[in-house]
C-alpha cells in the first residue's frame, strides 16, 4: 500500500511566529510514523511536510508563489528555499532519529514547472528509494518554472505531480484542524465525508487558514484532493488533525477520523 503523508506546517511549526518549530511534536509524530511501519511492514510511504513559520514568511515577503523575475526575486526565492531547507532538516533528522530510513528529495531538483503546472517530473529516483526500503521525504518548496521564472509548490502541489507515476492509495493530510469544517472558524459542524459532487455544494462555506499561507488554506487543500480523487478513483484522502498523541498512527493503521474524500459514496472506509 503506497501512502502520502502530509505533516502540515500549521502542525509542525508555530505559524504566527517566524521559525518555531515545534520540536516535541515533530518527534512525536516521527515516533508515531515509525511505530505503524513496524506494524505494517507492506506499508510504503512518501512524506511531505508544509513550511510553515519558515518558507512561508519569505515567500510572503517577496510574493514568489507569483513570480521569480528580478535579481531582488530571485534573492527572496532562495530564502525560501533556504528557510524551507532548514525546516526539512530538522523533519529529517527527528525521523532518522525514531529509526524511519529517510532520505529528502527536493521539489526544487524533481519537479520542473510551466506556468505553475508541472511539465516534467522525475519520480524515478523516489520509486527506487521505494522499492530499496527508504522513505522519500518532500516539502513545500520553490520551483522553477519556464513561464514565471520561479513559483512555489505546497506539499499538496507536489503530491499531484507525483501521482501519475507514483499512484497512492491514500493520501493523508495531518493538520491541526480536526478536518473539513462546514462552519470555519466556528468549527461546529465536521464533514465526515466529501466527494467531487458535494464539493461543488461547499465552494462558498470552506474558509481559509490563520496566520500567513501563500499556498491557500483548507479550501485549497480540498480543491487539490478534490481533483486527486478525480483522476485516481480508487484513491482515498483523510485530512484529520494530529495534535492529539496517537492519532497519526491510528489513521496510518487505516482507521480515518476527520474528513474522508472519495470519488463516490460508496468507497473508501
Same mark, same amino acid.
Given at each position: +500500500?503506497i501512502?502520502?503523508? #502530509?505533516? !502540515?506546517g500549521?502542525?509542525?511549526?508555530? #505559524?504566527?511566529?517566524?521559525?518555531?518549530?515545534?520540536?516535541?511534536t515533530i518527534?512525536r509524530?516521527a515516533?508515531?510514523?515509525q511505530a505503524?511501519?513496524q506494524?505494517? =511492514? *507492506?506499508?510504503?510511504?512518501?512524506l511531505g511536510?508544509g513550511?510553515?513559520?519558515?518558507?512561508?514568511?519569505?515567500?510572503?515577503?517577496?510574493?514568489?508563489?507569483?513570480?521569480?523575475?528580478s535579481?531582488?526575486?530571485?534573492?527572496?526565492?532562495?530564502?525560501?528555499?533556504?528557510?524551507?531547507?532548514?525546516?526539512?532538516q530538522?523533519?529529517?533528522?527527528?525521523?532518522?532519529?525514531a !529509526? %524511519? =530510513?529517510?532520505l529528502?528529495?527536493p521539489?526544487?531538483? $524533481?519537479?520542473?514547472?510551466?506556468?505553475?503546472k508541472?511539465?516534467?517530473?522525475?519520480?524515478h529516483?523516489?520509486?527506487?528509494?521505494?522499492?530499496?526500503?527508504i %522513505?522519500?521525504l518532500v516539502?513545500g518548496?520553490v520551483i522553477f *518554472?519556464s513561464?514565471?521564472?520561479?513559483?512555489?509548490?505546497?506539499?499538496e502541489?507536489?503530491?499531484l505531480?507525483?501521482?501519475?507515476?507514483?499512484t497512492?492509495?491514500?493520501?493523508?493530510?495531518?493538520?491541526?484542524?480536526?478536518g473539513?469544517?462546514?462552519?470555519?472558524?466556528?468549527?461546529?459542524?465536521?464533514?465526515?465525508?466529501?466527494t467531487?459532487?458535494?464539493? #461543488?455544494?461547499?465552494e462558498n462555506?470552506l474558509?481559509?487558514?490563520?496566520g500567513i499561507?501563500?499556498?491557500g488554506?483548507?479550501?485549497? #487543500?480540498?480543491?487539490q484532493m478534490i481533483?486527486?480523487?478525480?483522476?485516481?478513483?480508487?484513491?482515498?484522502?483523510v485530512?484529520?488533525?494530529?495534535t492529539d =498523541?496517537g492519532a497519526?498512527?491510528? $489513521?496510518? +493503521?487505516?482507521?480515518?477520523h476527520?474528513?474522508l474524500?472519495t470519488f463516490?459514496?460508496?468507497?473508501?472506509?
Amino acid at each position: +500500500m503506497i501512502t502520502f503523508l #502530509k505533516l !502540515g506546517g500549521s502542525l509542525i511549526t508555530d #505559524k504566527l511566529n517566524a521559525r518555531t518549530a515545534r520540536l516535541e511534536t515533530i518527534g512525536r509524530l516521527a515516533d508515531e510514523i515509525q511505530a505503524a511501519r513496524q506494524a505494517q =511492514p *507492506d506499508l510504503q510511504l512518501v512524506l511531505g511536510h508544509g513550511s510553515g513559520s519558515y518558507g512561508h514568511v519569505p515567500a510572503d515577503t517577496y510574493h514568489t508563489r507569483d513570480g521569480v523575475h528580478s535579481a531582488e526575486d530571485w534573492r527572496g526565492f532562495l530564502e525560501v528555499w533556504r528557510q524551507a531547507r532548514d525546516l526539512n532538516q530538522i523533519v529529517l533528522e527527528a525521523l532518522t532519529q525514531a !529509526g %524511519v =530510513p529517510v532520505l529528502a528529495f527536493p521539489p526544487s531538483a $524533481v519537479i520542473q514547472a510551466s506556468d505553475s503546472k508541472p511539465v516534467s517530473v522525475q519520480a524515478h529516483p523516489l520509486l527506487s528509494a521505494l522499492k530499496a526500503g527508504i %522513505v522519500p521525504l518532500v516539502a513545500g518548496d520553490v520551483i522553477f *518554472d519556464s513561464i514565471l521564472g520561479g513559483t512555489i509548490f505546497s506539499t499538496e502541489d507536489v503530491f499531484l505531480a507525483l501521482a501519475p507515476s507514483i499512484t497512492p492509495d491514500r493520501v493523508l493530510v495531518c493538520g491541526i484542524e480536526a478536518g473539513v469544517w462546514l462552519d470555519y472558524p466556528a468549527n461546529t459542524r465536521l464533514m465526515t465525508r466529501i466527494t467531487p459532487a458535494a464539493h #461543488k455544494r461547499l465552494e462558498n462555506v470552506l474558509g481559509g487558514s490563520a496566520g500567513i499561507d501563500v499556498t491557500g488554506g483548507m479550501r485549497t #487543500k480540498v480543491d487539490q484532493m478534490i481533483a486527486l480523487v478525480s483522476q485516481f478513483p480508487q484513491t482515498e484522502v483523510v485530512i484529520f488533525s494530529g495534535t492529539d =498523541p496517537g492519532a497519526l498512527h491510528d $489513521v496510518l +493503521m487505516g482507521h480515518p477520523h476527520g474528513t474522508l474524500i472519495t470519488f463516490t459514496e460508496g468507497n473508501g472506509s
